[in-house]
């Protein structure tokens, strides 16, 4: 993790130490700004019982700009396109704030 800003080394530690119930993130041994990341999905959902891989990019501007997030395994959602990327305001650039990623430090 050479190289990172403190705050990426101190987010993905803290994500390692105390995962998410359901979520899967591990950063990649190559590139410690791009994660793999499974989610299960949602109890009481009709994506229950589902496994999803995707795909999280922190850019060199992060947090001031959004991460890239992509869906690797093949979904149908109404904010998902068929690429995968999710398509919801927050995450464009002119909808973006630090403070969405500020809530997670």
């Not at 990172?4 to 130490?17: D, G, N, S, V």
């Not at 590139?31 to 109890?43: D, L, S």
Request: glycine content about 6%; hydrophobic content about 40%; overall charge positive.
């Amino acid at each position: 993790m050479a190289g990172l800003p403190r705050r990426i080394i101190k987010e993905t530690q803290r994500l390692l130490a105390e995962p998410v119930p359901g979520i899967k993130a591990e950063p990649d041994e190559s590139n410690a700004r791009y994660f793999h990341v499974v989610i299960a999905g949602p109890q009481d959902s009709p994506f229950e019982g589902g496994t999803f891989k995707l795909e999280l990019f922190l850019p060199e501007e992060y947090p001031m700009a959004a991460p890239k997030v992509r869906f690797m395994t093949k979904i149908y959602h109404p904010n998902v396109d068929k690429l995968g990327r999710i398509c919801l305001d927050i995450l464009k650039a002119r909808a973006w704030t630090r403070l969405y990623a500020m809530n997670n430090i």
